[in-house]
């Protein structure tokens, strides 16, 4: 594969580049966010994958019909004993137990009580109308690779049926919560629940290599059974949203049932994912070839396994797969149990340590957690970066987190009472945040309207506008009409927070720069911040304002107030000097960083402005309070005429980038115009600012990290 990277400073301006010191691996991690960013205009992708559980539809019933082919081991021969039917709408059907397959094919294809399931669609070829239906859903659950060992290499049967119990909790929870179909009554569509599905289970013991592995398929059949008794087609996009949460469950519960038979388990990663203790990582690799081939397909993409998005994921497993063979099991059983003791698999001693825990009550956990902790850990974790989250985030986050220490009904219980209780606030849009952070945003949006036009001028428009035309005579350059705004908006304004929104290059240091000596002359003292201690840096050495981080100037701010307020006791005339505070990088900031700031800045009776650009990176705790705040009322000036780029043909690759040349004069620019990316790319490779680089968006990275190392100071 070939990619394109541009060479030119406009798309591959890393924020770390005005540094003096280049940190390699922050300039790669920056990289590899802006490359994702890029590569989504050209696809789409989904959540991130979750290691135990995936999920695609069926294309279509004869499709279906491999689930019975020869090479599937467990459906093979003597009544298809490891086949079954699972769930309330099975019952309803009178479908119980081993699965026939000419039921199994009419069911897919829509056929139900003498229903035919679909909607009629015309044919744009044939002008005939046929009907169309989606089969339904396969729902794979993989055991974890030293769970297969023992299952099916150690052949203990206990161990494949905890798996089976895991996998039929968590279709339990499909269906009880996900269950749903669209009614329509009085010309209004809604989504109902029907609390039933009817689930086509197939259980396999080997991978497309042969190798030991223990899944089960869930097909989850495309129809379900409303109040009123009819069969409708199900709706499926809430199951595919609580993948995760349906995957958590699963591990959970067979971590659960692993335990009660005495297994230790060892953690693998901060999603609840584990293996049996016992078995090593190099002993698991040895019987992971399907997941090798996987890995490599994904890595000559440059996308490594642990970091790809379900999609990712799917494209692979279905580039790499191969045909199953038709193999003689009890040879294949034979060769595993030969390799396992090549490398060393010791099954007799980890049987021996389980049976002896198991005896003495299975193994118990000191670190046990209760629902509300794990709920409680979930809500902190995810709200910590995100200001809003859906239920089925936070669901899936405590359960992981509780994963072998909490029982997953007591979550769900604690879910529900943190959202009686008024702890966890559902939003209109269905999403859920803390009543702790709802009252923060709410009362910042409440603080900027409640000190609009509160406090005096810093000078009125007309000696502004003297001194910036003394300022041009004196450096010998007009200033932007978005610098002059900003200028005057900002010592003109009566309003306490005020905003810029600069877009990159736009001139915000020569900005700063002549803000602080207006401000000045009138009696100010200037002081800036910035969210990190490199932009604050920087702020420091072009603009020549005193500077800290955000984190700084609160820990001394709040100390200076207390100092104040002490000394008012002795002096209680004392008059602290009015301030301007400078915040640039606004976007970086999250919502408590802004609240905190808000509530200082109206005790200290300073006047605030947010300096920034919405399309940057947005910070790593919650929120977009900068980008809030500017749609709910906060006095914003505009900085849009880009300099940086010397160019023609790179001006109006900027131009188009960023939107300006669909603006009008005094329209807001909110986000990139992303259909014009690859009329922006012409310009620059017109410009000469682009070549290729082949071996992937790796490849891509490593070039620009290269480049970028080879640059001298100035350059960067």
């Known amino acids: ?8 400073g406009v798309l591959c301006r890393a924020p770390t580049c005005r540094s003096d010191r280049l940190n390699v691996a922050r300039m790669r991690s920056w990289m590899d966010v802006r490359f994702a960013f890029l590569a989504s205009f050209q696809r789409s992708g989904t959540e991130r994958g979750q290691g135990m559980i995936s999920m695609h539809n069926v294309g279509s019933a004869g499709q279906a019909l491999h689930y019975f082919s020869k090479d599937n081991y467990y459906t093979q021969g003597e009544g298809l004993e490891y086949s079954e039917w699972f769930g309330k709408g099975a019952a309803q059907l009178d479908l119980f137990e081993q699965i026939d397959r000419q039921a199994f094919f009419n069911i897919l294809s829509g056929e139900v009580e003498g229903r035919e399931l679909g909607k009629w669609v015309k044919n744009g070829e044939t002008g005939e109308k046929e009907r169309e239906h989606r089969p ?4 794979t659950f993989s055991a974890p690779k030293s769970v297969s060992l023992l299952a099916e290499v150690h052949g203990n049967c206990q161990v494949r049926e905890a798996h089976e119990a895991a996998v039929k909790q968590a279709l339990s929870y499909v269906e009880s919560n996900l269950a749903q179909t669209r009614q329509t009554e009085g010309g209004k569509t809604e989504v109902v629940q ?3 599905l009817t689930v086509a289970m197939f259980r396999h013991n080997t991978s497309r ?3 030991p592995q223990t899944h089960t398929h869930a097909v989850i059949v495309n129809a379900t059974r409303r109040d009123d008794g009819q069969w409708r087609s199900l709706t499926n996009d809430d199951i595919y949203k609580a993948q995760r ?7 959970s519960e067979l971590a659960d049932r692993l335990q009660a038979l005495g297994y230790d388990l060892r953690r693998t990663d901060e999603k609840g994912n584990f293996e049996i203790a016992g078995i090593t990582r190099e002993q698991i690799e040895h019987f992971s070839q399907r997941r090798a081939e996987i890995e490599a397909s994904l890595k000559a993409k440059g996308v490594d396994i642990d970091d790809a998005t379900a999609q990712q994921k799917e494209d692979a497993t279905l580039k790499t797969r191969a045909r199953k063979v038709d193999v003689d099991h009890a040879q294949l059983i034979a060769d595993w149990k030969d390799r396992a003791k090549e490398i060393g698999i010791d099954f007799d001693a980890i049987q021996a340590k389980a049976d002896a825990q198991r005896a003495q009550g299975g193994v118990v956990r000191e670190d046990k957690l209760t629902g509300r902790q794990a709920m409680e850990f979930a809500a902190a974790h995810l709200i910590e970066r995100e200001i809003v989250v859906t239920k089925y985030d936070l669901m899936a986050v405590a359960i992981e987190h509780g994963v072998g220490r909490v029982c997953v009904s007591e979550v769900q219980l604690a879910f529900d009472r943190l959202e009686c209780d008024g702890d966890l606030v559902k939003l209109p849009d269905g999403q859920y945040t803390t009543k702790k952070m709802l009252g923060s945003e709410m009362w910042t949006l409440d603080q900027v309207r409640a000190h609009t036009g509160q406090v005096p001028k810093m000078i009125d428009s007309a000696a502004v506008a003297a001194r910036i035309q003394l300022a041009e005579k ?3 350059f007009q200033y932007t009409a978005g610098q002059k705004e900003a200028i005057c908006k900002v010592l003109t304004s009566e309003d306490r927070y005020v905003a810029v929104q600069g877009l990159a290059g736009t001139g915000k240091t020569t900005m700063l720069k002549s803000l602080r000596e207006m401000a000045k002359e009138q009696g100010y003292t200037v002081r800036g911040m910035a969210p990190t201690g490199m932009a604050s840096k920087v702020l420091a050495r072009e603009t020549g304002i005193a500077t800290d981080t955000v984190s700084m100037f609160q820990i001394k701010e709040r100390q200076l107030q207390k100092d104040i307020e002490f000394a008012k006791q002795y002096a209680p005339d004392f008059e602290r000097k009015t301030e301007v505070w400078i915040v640039d990088e606004s976007s970086l900031l999250s919502q408590r960083q802004k609240a905190r700031l808000d509530y200082m800045a109206e005790k200290a009776g300073a006047k605030v402005l947010y300096l920034g650009d919405t399309l940057q990176l947005q910070g790593v705790e919650a929120g977009k309070p900068f980008e ?13 005429e880009i300099s940086r780029q010397k160019t023609r043909e790179l001006q109006r690759a900027v131009d188009i980038i960023v939107g300006r040349d669909v603006l009008q004069d005094g329209q807001q620019l909110t986000q990139v115009e992303l259909a014009n990316n690859r009329r922006a790319f012409a310009y620059m490779d017109k410009a000469g600012m682009v070549r290729e680089v082949k071996g992937g968006s790796g490849a891509v990275i490593d070039a620009v990290v290269q480049d970028v190392l080879q640059m001298g100071k100035a350059e960067r």
Not at 1 to 8: A, G, K
Request: glycine fraction near 12%; charge should be neutral.
């Open 136 to 139: 339904g859903t396969d729902v």
């Open 245 to 251: 949460v349906v995957g958590a469950i699963y591990t």
């Open 209 to 211: 290599n042969l190798d």
């Open 194 to 196: 029907t609390g039933n």
């Open 474 to 476: 004196r450096q010998g």
């Open 1 to 8: 594969m070939t990619e394109r990277w541009r060479n030119s």
């Open 628 to 640: 809030l705040a500017q749609r709910n009322g906060m006095d914003t000036a505009y900085m849009t």
